[in-house]
């Protein structure tokens, strides 16, 4: 009876470590697949050419990435603008200021933003956001735009990193010793020169990090930007253009057109390249997040 | 024994949520010299401490009734501007909590939130009040280093300096060295006693020793409430209240 009871015990601690090796491991065979079908591309054209054309051709066999890869950091450089003051500021008003009722009262309130299907954001992105561009902003501007724009994915895809970040940034907050705050205000400090000099920079590397969060989020949207972006495939010059993000392409195009040549393999490139640059992102946040923190230690 | 009253405290009357932490303590708190307050963990000692300042105002549910006279001036008044207040004393709590900077900013982080923008003069007052806490010699050749890699001992230092740099009035203690070894403990109250005749300084002990080492007067609580109160030799030779004898005794604690 006793042997079966420890015998479970290891069992099911084996079985627990392979499913998070397993788990673990999924990044790098989803890398591997996509590499070896994106190789048929690969072995005609050189990675230059394609990362580094703007012309995206598939039936003359053009395969130029570039307007896709600018698309997408361009939505998310806009995203990224419009939540970061957006963010903290709202995260520092629910950690510091509101008082426990307001506080209670909001954060399901924001959490729940991250529960709402991205499509959703994409129609209330196409209804509100893209006429909202094309009556009152672009005019301001003197130019016109359709409305579907960088802009409008930038909007909607800030509103969409809203909660994660503020979520993270709020925990970070909190995690930062009360008596580090009375520290402060004890030398005549106000509650903001605390917060400038003192919760901030001792915050800094969480705020990164939920940064971060945020924008792999952001880079990797799909739906949502794929309704609002208007999907041409040019190098946007201003945030006012229509732009065709990676996720984008490979969602409107995977399925279709599969006949023509190459043109699975490029589509399977570009989310090779999509996964490559949230790697990317993620690897040189770390990079930061080590170098900050040593720094203010 | 006629005292000048520096804090005077009114019918102060404490209150988290549903519990009460002081009740209804009066008494007059004199000019410079060290005022230890003793008492069993719990009794209210620190929320003492903090509502001289205010800094119970920032916790949760707290609600407070009654005065605090700091100079004559009801500091509860809703229309006194609290930095003012609080510049007025320095805090050290239990654990050194050094500002995520350098030993320099710290020191300099009071006086510059001020106002103080002189470089000139922000060096001079940061020399000397690393000299006034006994830090000064240990840390001048790595004053750009982060004050995290000093030892608890020497933090503990820094933080006295770093309220002692905004020229307060009066120096808070809420068990400054509960956290500390030996020979850092004795750095802190040697720095006390050195400093007792320009500071009204107000320490919260549980280490009746401590309290005999340092004080010039003496508050016991128990349960939020005031007990005894009187100059140190009265309350360590000859205590009127027969709970204080007792935990002097050790009976209670």
Redesign the interface.
């Known amino acids: 009876m006793d042997s079966k009871r420890l015998l479970k015990d290891r069992l099911a601690g084996r079985v627990m470590f392979v499913l998070t090796v397993l788990s673990g491991l999924l990044v790098f065979v989803m890398a591997i697949g996509l590499y070896q079908r994106s190789r048929p591309i690969l072995a005609i054209k050189s990675l230059r050419e394609l990362l580094f054309s703007t012309s995206w051709h598939p039936l003359k066999g053009e395969f130029g990435f570039l307007p896709f890869i600018m698309g997408s950091l361009w939505v998310t450089g806009v995203a990224v603008v419009i939540a970061i003051p957006l963010c903290l500021l709202t995260s520092v008003y629910l950690s510091e200021y509101a ?2 009722y307001v506080r209670e009262w909001t954060k399901p309130l924001i959490d729940l933003l991250a529960g709402i299907p991205s499509v959703i954001y994409g129609v209330w992105g196409v209804l509100v956001v893209v006429p909202l561009i094309k009556d009152h902003i672009a005019p301001l501007f003197g130019t016109f735009s359709s409305g579907y724009s960088i802009l409008a994915g930038g909007i909607v895809l800030a509103i969409m990193v809203f909660p994660i970040i503020i979520h993270v940034s709020s925990e970070v907050f909190r995690s930062v ?1 009360y ?12 509650k903001w ?1 605390t917060v400038k ?2 919760v901030l ?2 915050a800094m590397p969480g705020v990164i990090a939920a940064v971060v969060l945020g924008l792999s989020r952001a880079f990797g949207e799909t739906m949502a930007v794929l309704m609002v972006a208007g999907n041409v495939a040019k190098v946007p010059s201003s945030v006012l253009d229509p732009a065709y993000p990676l996720p984008a392409l490979i969602a409107n195009n995977y399925g279709e057109m599969l006949s023509v040549p190459l043109y699975d393999s490029a589509l399977l490139l570009a989310s090779l390249i999509l996964l490559a640059v949230v790697l990317f992102f993620n690897v040189i946040a770390r990079v930061v997040l080590i170098r900050v923190e040593r720094s ?2 | 024994m006629e005292f000048k009253t520096h804090i005077s405290v009114r019918n102060l009357n404490v209150f988290y949520g549903d519990q009460q932490a002081l009740k209804d303590i009066t008494i007059d708190i004199p000019d410079k010299g060290i005022i230890v307050i003793i008492g069993p963990s719990g009794c209210g000692k620190t929320t003492l401490l903090k509502s001289f300042n205010r800094l119970i105002d920032s916790t949760d549910g707290v609600r407070v009734s009654g005065e605090v006279l700091v100079d004559g001036e009801n500091i509860f008044d809703p229309k006194v501007e609290v930095t003012r207040i609080r510049k007025k004393m320095g805090l050290l709590s239990q654990n050194p909590y050094p500002l995520p900077m350098s030993i320099y900013d710290n020191v300099a982080y009071g006086p510059r939130i001020h106002g103080q923008k002189n470089k000139k003069e922000l060096g001079r007052i940061v020399e000397h009040y690393l000299r006034e806490s006994g830090l000064w010699e240990e840390v001048k050749d790595r004053l750009r280093s982060p004050a995290s890699r000093l030892s608890v001992g020497q933090q503990q230092r820094l933080c006295l300096a770093r309220g002692l740099a905004v020229e307060p009035e009066i120096i808070l203690a809420d068990e400054p060295t509960s956290a500390l070894d030996p020979k850092s403990s004795r750095h802190i109250e040697e720095s006390f006693l050195r400093l007792k005749e320009r500071y009204t300084t107000i320490v919260v002990t549980h280490i009746l020793r401590q309290a005999k080492r340092l004080a010039d007067y003496v508050i016991f609580l128990y349960l939020g409430e005031l007990i005894e109160h009187g100059p140190a030799e009265e309350i360590f030779e000859n205590p009127r209240e027969e709970m204080t004898r007792e935990y002097m005794k050790g009976i209670i604690s």
């Open positions: 008082s426990r010793p008596e580090l705050r009375e520290a402060s205000l004890s030398l005549g400090a106000t020169q000099y003192v920079r001792k203010i230690q």
